[in-house]
Antibody, heavy 120, light 107 residues
Framework: EVQLVESGGGLVQPGRSLKLSCAAS????????MAWVRQAPKKGLEWVAT????????YYPDSVKGRFTISRDNAKSSLYLQMNSLKSEDTATYYC?????????????WGQGVMVTVSS | DVQMTQSLSYLAASPGESVSISCKAS??????LAWYQQKPGEAYKLLIY???TLQSGTPSRFSGSGSGTDFTLTIRSLEPEDFGLYYC?????????FGAGTKLELK
């Protein structure tokens, strides 16, 4: 059974940093592109980052480019999101998600999410 | 960016009825369209990808149609477990974008 379990969320002040982790199990982690998706309170879903199988390629929307860094450790079947220079608008539930096979960029499995609150 | 519009925010229906949820893209996305379901306390679940391909485990009462800019998720003969939130997502190009969601409520 595919499982994605996020951790590392919490309350952080604007301008500070936070690192999220996602522990994956139930599949060969190194074979899949992985991603982070977020959902602000009472808002829709927003794709945040994608990383290739080896970690050599990463992709971000403009809203987080230069502030967020996605990475992975295939030996540990773990995905990470380093978030710097956090803003109040980054307040959201962050989901770890697996991309589909064959470079299909839908999300076929999601974690339960971890809450990040950016506030002074 | 490709804007995804789900015209209905809420849809009320009764078990046994059939419903359709629409999703419109601001430009042609071919069939690079996925549908997701969210229920309280549960992880998001992929229902359909490539516009009409059922993900493994998705009941056959769900179907997807459309290509280009207009897409529809249809649920035949609603079951009690089908009530929840439904989102569409385009993966034709980055940034990948989602519709605002349609909440399917019990009438």
């Amino acid at each position: 059974e595919v499982q994605l379990v996020e951790s590392g969320g919490g309350l952080v002040q604007p301008g500070r940093s936070l690192k999220l982790s996602c522990a994956a199990s139930g599949f060969t982690f190194s074979n899949y592109y992985m991603a982070w998706v977020r959902q602000a309170p009472k808002k829709g879903l927003e794709w945040v980052a994608t990383i290739s199988t080896s970690g050599s390629r990463t992709y971000y929307p403009d809203s987080v480019k230069g502030r967020f860094t996605i990475s992975r450790d295939n030996a540990k079947s773990s995905l990470y999101l380093q978030m710097n220079s956090l803003k109040s608008e980054d307040t959201a539930t962050y989901y770890c998600a697996r991309h589909g096979t064959n470079w299909q960029y839908y999300f076929d499995y999601w974690g339960q999410g971890v809450m990040v609150t950016v506030s002074s | 960016d490709v804007q995804m519009t789900q015209s209905l925010s809420y849809l009320a229906a009764s078990p046994g009825e059939s419903v359709s949820i629409s999703c419109k893209a601001s430009k042609s996305i071919s069939n690079y369209l996925a549908w997701y379901q969210q229920k309280p306390g549960e992880a998001y679940k992929l229902l359909i990808y490539s516009g009409s391909t059922l993900q493994s485990g998705t009941p056959s009462r769900f179907s997807g149609s459309g290509s280009g800019t207009d897409f529809t998720l249809t649920i035949r003969s609603l079951e009690p477990e089908d009530f929840g939130l439904y989102y569409c997502q385009q993966y034709y190009e980055k940034p990948y974008t989602f519709g605002a969601g349609t909440k399917l409520e019990l009438k």
